[in-house]
């Protein structure tokens, strides 16, 4: 029977890819009763083995449907799985909102039992095999405002809390505009980056740093994934690549102007840097909150099996948790530069400590 | 007595910043004789202070100059350096190398004694306490191919030996191409995109992720130091961003279009999104050698002291040496993932060894 509590005691997830298994792990975690389903059903079957659920499906209506297809399948996904009054509440997990708003109205009038919803996590590697129990914890998860019923609504929040995400609710719109500018623009921009290295040539790329391979990185991306995305939210994100290209042109201008005129392309040039400074420093750290003033110590080790171990043992001992770590390594040489973040109040207590037991420590 | 070897006794630093303390102390590691200069004498003093020389002045001429001032003051440092006669061989670092060998031979003629140089080295943070004895260890070090005399070439190959660095000679043109490529286009690019992120609304930059952290790390970078680079640099930075320009225009021709001729538009995403594949699978690994296919091995942990320790311990009895790390944190939650990157040929055994001591581990 349908628990009309709002609490989640059945599932179907639709799409066992990465979200989908995801999702599925974290419910089986709190008991929740999950059926899974694929268009691969070989795809369904890997999740089902990695204990996401049963492939079996369910012989009565759940309480939740999970749409987790590609972005170009959501829509009909969604309107299919109302009209056949499969779960008591479907929710999708696309990453935009309003196409698939105004595409399941138009297939089947007013939804009160679907809410859209957009879970902001995901990872360079997709399919089953790639999906966490923990992908979500710590991470927002859009709730579209919307004409659904409050039953409806309290089943996707408590979806979200079950997953360990912080629910989000925004309009539909003002989510695609958001995740246009903190999410697809910046996948354009390091495709474009990365495509003109495609013709380079290998003396050149041999000088590549950590500062193109940060930017770049999500340039790994699947195709056909993103041509699904960008399409769908393709009007906030060609208004934004419009600005972004306008900065492009005053960028060329300045730098073909400096011959001429110094001072005014170099007031251009640094207007821009200026603005991405003011820009970078407006996002928040890695839990979603302001950014996180982590210290980071700087420690020198020797590259051999047991040296982190060693060092973090000694940063416990010092009762100093480590918030995050970050290694510069050089093999054939014989150190390495280990920078490890703390709470800025441990970093006194963590530098005398290691400096101590003979760490050599950058201060 | 300058030595006429090639080895390097004493060496004057001129400029007193991240590269050039960096360079002092790798010399001071060898027993290298090194003499400080700034324009601001109070950060030539704190350059000593870490050990990196002294600020007297040298008594004789040295083997060596090395310029580490800002790009645009370097060839003036140079020739002025030349003209005085106070190095048997000056060698720059400047991010640019035709412009400055032009306006030093324009200054001083030719120049048999001078040798253009480009450390591929560099952090966020500047100023002499952020310099590390290590930080060209395996890094690429450019050296200029000119009309140098053989003794100044091969101090110039003997510093890049001592600071650990890989010497690699290019013609300057080819170096300010690739330099272009691998460095200023994709830092112009950080900054266009977070700039765009300066006027965004606060519930947008909420729902950034690790993604748009890593293309923008770059934008948090001196405005200042980046005007005099790319004003170095004008001509190869603005062909390769009219290109990406071009891009950018069809990025924006493709998403107007979806609406009336999805197939075209759609194709044409792809394309970009495909190129960017590719030109980011030719990025080498981290070492500067070729895409290192490490193994990475997901873990859970508790969030507390220790846990890390505890985790590579046990990596360390297994006798496995941890590559890299990445944690994934999330505090208020119990568990937090860790990464840990090996050599392919250790992971079954770490897999299995930390299976066998009770750890989590997504395989």
Known sequence: MTDHSGEIGSVLVVGSGLIGT??????????????????????????????????????QQV??????????????????????????????????????????????????????????????????????????????WVIAESESDPLSMQRAHRLVELCGGVAVVMAAAAHDAAVALVSHVPQVAASLVAARLAEGDDAALGLAGQGLRDVTRVAASDPDLWVD?????????????????????????????????????????????????AGRARLPGKHGGRPTPYAVVPVVLADRPGELARLFADAGRAGVNVEDVRIEHSPGQPVGLVEVSVAPRSRERLVSALADLGWVVHD
Chains 1, 2 share one sequence.
């Open 229 to 277: 995305v960008l399409v769908a939210n393709a009007e906030p994100v060609a208004r934004l690549l419009a600005e972004l290209r306008q900065d492009v042109d005053d960028v060329i201008a300045a730098l073909y102007d400096v011959g001429e005129d110094q001072d005014w392309g170099r007031t251009s040039l640094r207007e821009v840097l200026v603005r991405g400074n």
């Open 22 to 59: 995801s999702v599925a792990l974290a419910l089986r975690g709190h008991g929740v009763d999950v059926h899974l389903t694929d268009r691969d059903p070989a795809v369904a079957s890997r999740a089902a083995q990695l204990g996401a659920g049963t492939t079996d499906p369910p012989d």
């Open 63 to 140: 309480d939740l449907a999970v749409v987790a297809v590609s972005p170009s399948a959501t829509a009909e996904t969604v309107a299919g799985l109302i009209a056949g009054n499969v779960a008591a509440t479907v929710v999708d997990t696309a990453a935009t909102k309003a196409d698939v708003l105004r595409d399941v109205r138009a297939a089947v009038g007013d939804a009160p039992h679907f809410v859209g919803t957009h879970p902001m996590a995901g990872r360079e590697r997709s399919g089953p095999s790639a999906a966490r129990a923990d992908l979500f914890v710590g991470r927002p």
